[in-house]
């Protein structure tokens, strides 16, 4: 059945818009629209067109600069209503949003002169040795998008066994040892060019970076036995999303997964909860450049 995300969203819309200068609970907000938490920002971020940090930094922007037009409250007042940690924080914001200090909002005789928006874009998406990931501070939220859009395929996948070796921190940190280590154990047993996936478990708009994790993964035979250091699990296979784009700078991957992302908020098809990875076709370690899946989980 197709989803109409924007009505799914709508509740959330509505609730963010009363209670957008209070304390957030991801979880209870993540249920109205009934989605998880860990697809929940993609999923906001692809229709809304902003992330749910930036919507709510806007509306508490929003209501600081009417409380400085109208009420004419200081700076600081201003600031410490709407969450900000001192009237320098709020000016940095104001001015990145506005283009104007607030100061000169609060004095201003008409707001017509400053109705504009100045929105930066920053992309940061870390690359390794084999592959990359998504950074913790941008990737799930600030990107722009390509110009030209690869469509988005359905692709169901088989079930296998990974040999892994566990990375927890930052995403696109300590990956290259990692790498190292799998391959090294991986080219005497014949396994050097299987089948390549980057697995993310976390979210970071929810995990905190220093605990993400991220799964270096080949496909091996169900009877491959790993040596110490090494680990084996299976690999459940189903539906997913896909891109398949070949990367010839690090920069591009933010915008490709935002981009499936989106293509699959406006198809109607809903992500369940296993995690998202990305799968190496192949990857030139002198050039960077990459042929890679993007892969989204779909319900069946």
């Known amino acids: 059945m197709k989803v109409d995300y924007q009505l799914r969203l709508r509740p959330v819309i509505r609730y963010l818009e009363k209670h957008f200068n209070e304390p957030l609970n991801l979880n209870e907000v993540a249920r109205l629209a009934n989605l998880s938490p860990y697809h929940f920002h993609r999923t906001f971020k692809a229709v809304q067109g902003e992330t749910l940090a930036e919507f709510l930094r806007r509306l508490r922007l929003q209501a600081a600069a ?37 100061s000169a909002f609060r004095e201003c005789i008409t707001v017509g002169a400053f109705s504009h928006l100045a929105k930066n874009s920053k992309i940061g998406h870390a690359n390794s040795k084999k592959g990359n990931a998504l950074n913790s501070s941008s990737s799930y939220t600030d990107t722009q998008y390509l110009t030209g859009r690869i469509n988005m395929k359905t692709e169901h996948f088989d079930p296998s066994a990974l040999a892994y070796v ?135």
């Open 66 to 102: 009417s409380e400085l037009f109208y009420k004419k409250v200081s700076v600081t007042n201003a600031a410490l209503n709407y969450g900000f940690s001192s009237s320098q924080s709020l000016a940095k914001a104001f001015r990145c949003h506005f283009g104007v200090a607030p």
């Open 166 to 300: 566990r990375v927890t921190g930052p995403y696109g940190e300590g990956y290259e040892e990692a790498c190292d280590k799998l391959w090294a154990w991986a080219s005497p047993n014949g396994f050097a060019k299987n089948t390549c996936i980057f697995i993310y478990h976390d979210n970071p708009e929810i995990t905190p970076a220093e605990k993400c994790r991220t799964d270096i993964c080949l496909m091996v035979p169900d009877n491959t036995q790993p040596t110490a250091g090494i680990e084996k699990k299976p690999f459940s296979g189903g539906r997913y999303g896909t891109l398949r784009q070949t990367v010839t700078d690090k920069s591009q991957y933010g915008p490709l997964w935002e981009d499936l992302m989106k293509q699959i908020t406006e198809s109607g098809m809903e992500c369940d909860d296993r995690p998202c990875f990305e799968l190496y076709h192949s990857y030139d370690p002198q050039t960077q450049v990459a042929d890679v899946s993007f892969c989204m989980p779909l319900k069946a």
